[in-house]
């Protein structure tokens, strides 16, 4: 898959010309990220996608498919938004017998009761995931649904466990060891919301039948052409460098628009990616998403005509379904009579255009990522490579640590000390 980015629409608030300018005077920095810089070695796992062995990954999914009608995958943040977002996509196509049923990213008592529900009326095996495993929503999740599953499948329950995690005191690595559970790992270099691509989300769907080795296919392949030269149509490069020149102009927002309904928790996985790794400065770009046609009538107007705050990345990929035509209604004069014949596929891609049009018309600076195939297993992977390579470059453009969350760390400490941990004061 080939990703052009087409950056015209936006080109009367940021010229190609000065897009190409900032390039030149980056041109360094760009190609240190793109080798991959010595100082964040130890977070940069993720970006050589071919180093990768999935056998071991392959061969306990199929494990599970033999003993599970649902894994409950248990995950917060980067640990469980990849698998969601992908599988939202695939699951049209999955033949595996084993659904997902994604938990432990909340505090709600409603959604633990749903997921207990779930366990107790179906063949269930557990999938916990986290990094570090200290936060609160996965970590108390995972203890309940634990005491359900011991309840329900007695000393066996443990063969029931899959625990994605790092090593060390404390973390799940030693839980497996004392208690027997299914260990795979969460890589010492790969962060939550870089980790799509790696056990923590390709163990997952690899249960939920999605063939990994094609997405890390398409993934490798977006590596090869944008991790090479800096010339104009590397998009990846052309993407980071307008973001980061937008901002100066004084934009605020960076709305991801899509038009495949499905692709709703992918945006929910780009929010958290692009908010998480640059937020660390008033000079970026708050990330937010919506899903058009439906959200062109809600939002359509205001980000039309509204503040001159946002500008819109729209997402030019879809499903290859042009086998749907719109018939002649023989019956009903129902004032339609114009759709007649046509695929029905082009009413959603004349909608993007037409939605491009007018907000650009209006003053919206817009620009485009156009996919060259459709979006099926292998594209998708590309496109998370796209993004975790071009949210890296963009947090270094800013100057930031793409790295870290010390914000989120923080609030994770409030808790503790509110809830009584050890070691934490309020
Ligand atoms: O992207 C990140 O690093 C974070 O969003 C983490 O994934 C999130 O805080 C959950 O962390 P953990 O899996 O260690 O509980």
């Known amino acids: 898959m080939t990703i052009t980015c087409n950056v015209s629409p936006a080109s009367f608030l940021v010229s190609e010309g000065e897009i190409h300018a900032a390039i030149h005077r980056q041109s360094s ?30 061969r306990v999914a199929k494990h599970v498919q033999s003993v599970a009608e649902v894994m409950i995958v248990i995950g917060i943040g980067g640990s469980n938004r990849g698998a969601v977002a992908a599988i939202e996509v695939l699951k049209r196509t999955s033949t595996s017998p084993t659904t997902l049923y994604f938990a ?9 009761a749903d997921a207990l529900e779930v366990l107790k009326t179906k063949s269930v095996v557990l999938n916990v995931i986290a990094k570090d495993f200290n936060t609160v929503e996965p970590g108390i999740t995972f203890r309940m649904l634990r005491s359900a599953m011991q309840a329900k499948y007695g000393c066996a329950y443990a063969e029931r466990i899959i625990v994605t995690g790092s090593e060390g005191s404390g973390q799940l690595h030693e839980l497996a060891q004392k208690h027997g559970y299914t260990y795979l790992p969460f890589p010492s270099d790969i962060g939550g919301r870089f980790s799509v691509l790696s056990p923590v989300g390709l163990f997952p769907l690899a249960v939920a039948g999605v063939d990994i080795q094609n997405l890390l296919d398409g993934a490798y392949t ?21 973001r980061s020149l937008m901002r100066k102009k004084g934009i605020i927002l960076e709305s991801l628009v899509t038009f495949e309904p499905d692709l709703q928790h992918f945006t929910r996985w780009w929010i958290q990616l692009f908010a998480e790794t640059e937020g660390k400065t008033d000079q970026v770009l708050f990330p937010v998403g919506f899903s058009y046609s439906e959200d062109l009538h809600a939002v359509g107007q205001y980000v039309q005509q509204g503040p001159r705050i946002l500008m819109e990345t729209f997402l030019d990929l879809h499903y290859n379904l042009d086998n749907l035509h719109i018939e002649a209604s023989k019956e009903v004069v129902d004032g339609f009579a114009y759709l007649d014949d046509k695929p029905f596929s082009l009413l959603n891609k004349t909608v ?11 003053g919206v600076p817009c620009i485009e990522l156009k996919s060259d195939s459709a ?52």
């Open 222 to 242: 977006m590596q090869q052409r944008i991790r090479t030269g800096q010339d104009e149509n590397n998009p990846a490069i052309l993407y980071a460098v307008l």
């Open 29 to 58: 920095l760009i190609a240190a990220v793109q080798r991959g810089e010595a100082q964040y070695s130890g977070s940069l796992g993720w970006l050589d996608v071919k180093t990768q062995n999935i056998e071991e990954l392959v």
């Open 352 to 362: 993007y255009q037409a939605a491009l049009q007018a907000h650009a018309h209006d």
């Open 375 to 426: 979006l099926d297993t292998e594209s998708l992977g590309g496109l998370f490579y796209f993004f975790l390579f071009c949210a890296y470059l963009s947090a270094r453009l800013l100057g930031v640590n793409p790295f870290d969350q010390e914000g989120v760390e923080q609030y994770k400490r409030n808790m503790y000390a509110e809830l009584g941990k050890s070691g934490y004061t309020k």
């Open 104 to 112: 432990g990213d909340t505090l709600s008592p409603t959604r633990l």
